[in-house]
């Protein structure tokens, strides 16, 4: 059964780094674009970033040049580098895979969530 699992959430002070993981069960995965989507409290779930299967990526304006979206197909595994992490990047973290890089609707497979908060 395919399945997303997400770690390495946590407190991390403002001006900080977490690095958070995604392993995917299922050999599928590495044909299928992979993404972080994230919510905070009161908002809409958004993008943060995406990859392709070609390694191909995207990201919000809100987190271009701190945060960095990688994958390792052999390992079934995606990352987040966060860096230089802000108050407002406090959010529930969600992992997402999907056939195709297009990355403006809810489709494909989602993990749990993991939660990041940013605070002093």
């Known amino acids: 059964q395919a399945q997303l699992v997400e770690s390495g959430g946590g407190l991390v002070q403002p001006g900080g780094s977490l690095r958070l993981s995604c392993a995917a069960s299922?050999?599928?995965?590495?044909?299928?674009?992979m993404a972080w989507y994230r919510q905070a409290p009161e908002k809409q779930r958004e993008l943060v970033a995406g990859?392709?299967?070609?390694?191909?990526?995207v990201y919000a304006d809100s987190v271009k040049g701190r945060f960095t979206i990688s994958r390792d197909k052999a390992e079934n595994m995606m990352y987040l580098q966060m860096d230089s992490l802000k108050p407002e990047d406090t959010a529930v973290y969600y992992c997402?895979?999907?056939?195709?890089?297009?990355?403006?609707?809810?489709?494909?497979?989602w993990g749990q969530g993991t939660q990041v908060t940013v605070s002093s």
């Open positions: 299922g050999s599928m995965f590495r044909i299928y674009a």
């Open positions: 997402n895979a999907r056939r195709r890089s297009y990355y403006d609707d809810e489709s494909g497979y």
């Open positions: 990859i392709s299967s070609g390694g191909i990526t």
